[in-house]
């Protein structure tokens, strides 16, 4: 584990983890991986994980944890990982300082 402060998980998007862990009967862990590919370049990944990797940045809020593998972690140094529901629906999103642009679905970002 390292660099705690490199990724942030909000309290909005640690209730709605727990809610999906708790549903599905596992740990309150969320990666979030950068692939390449999208609209834009690179694209966000988020899944339940089932423990946390050596290699990966940690970040722990009201108890649930967000990870990000060491890979991943150069192209979103510094995000926060939110959850938001508005009236076009309810994602998780990232704000991540190292993006350039964006695509409209906030999905997928370049640098």
């Given at each position: 584990m390292s660099d705690t402060a490199a990724i942030a998980l909000t309290p909005s998007a640690a209730k709605r983890v727990a809610w999906i862990a708790d549903r599905q009967g596992k740990p309150p862990i969320l990666r979030l991986a950068v692939d390449g590919g999208g609209c834009?370049?690179?694209?966000?990944?988020?899944?339940l994980a089932d423990g946390v990797e050596a290699d990966d940045s940690v970040a722990v809020q009201d108890g649930v944890t967000l990870v990000v593998d060491e890979m991943?972690?150069?192209?979103v140094r510094g995000c926060a990982v939110d959850?938001?529901?508005?009236?076009?629906?309810?994602?998780?999103?990232?704000?991540?300082?190292?993006?350039?642009?964006?695509?409209?679905?906030?999905?997928?970002?370049?640098?």
């Open positions: 834009a370049g690179f694209q966000y990944r988020f899944g991943s972690l150069e192209l959850f938001v529901e508005s009236l076009g629906g309810a994602s998780f999103q990232v704000t991540n300082p190292n993006a350039a642009s964006g695509c409209g679905c906030g999905t997928s970002f370049s640098i």
